[in-house]
Nanobody, 129 residues
Framework: QVRLVDSGGGSVQAGGSLRLSCAAS????????MGWFRQAPGKEREGVAS???????SYADSVKGRFTISKESANNTLNLQMNSLKPEDTAMYYC???????????????????????WGQGALVTVSS
């Protein structure tokens, strides 16, 4: 069974950078809409970034200008470059692919994940002040 595997999490100080990656294991995977959502303890799930099959991207206001989502066709990898990290970025980050619906951050980050086809196991990002 194909599953998504997240990697690249870690601990950094505020202002630092991390790069998250998401790759398919057990086969190939593609979706018309891929993205990242995050969940911090005691907070609601939040859609962070999305990219559709035409390469159009969308970002949450809280990360706009600091995070960049991209796809590497050569190895079918989804990436999230995170710069100028802040303590409030601390969360578990998950890559995900949509099964249906509009490619939006709301869909990617929906609390029940009803529109998600697959998602990764999560990568922990910790940002200290």
């Amino acid at each position: 069974q194909v599953r998504l595997v997240d990697s690249g999490g870690g601990s950094v100080q505020a202002g630092g950078s991390l790069r998250l990656s998401c790759a398919a294991s057990g086969g190939t995977y593609s979706s018309y809409c891929m993205g990242w959502f995050r969940q911090a303890p005691g907070k609601e799930r939040e859609g962070v970034a999305s990219i559709d099959d035409k390469g159009r991207t969308s970002y949450a206001d809280s990360v706009k200008g600091r995070f960049t989502i991209s796809k590497e066709s050569a190895n079918n990898t989804l990436n999230l470059q995170m710069n100028s990290l802040k303590p409030e970025d601390t969360a578990m980050y998950y890559c995900a692919g949509l099964l249906y619906g509009l490619c939006t951050l709301v869909a990617i980050g929906a609390p029940d994940g009803r529109a998600l086809d697959k998602w990764g196991q999560g990568a922990l990002v910790t940002v200290s002040s």
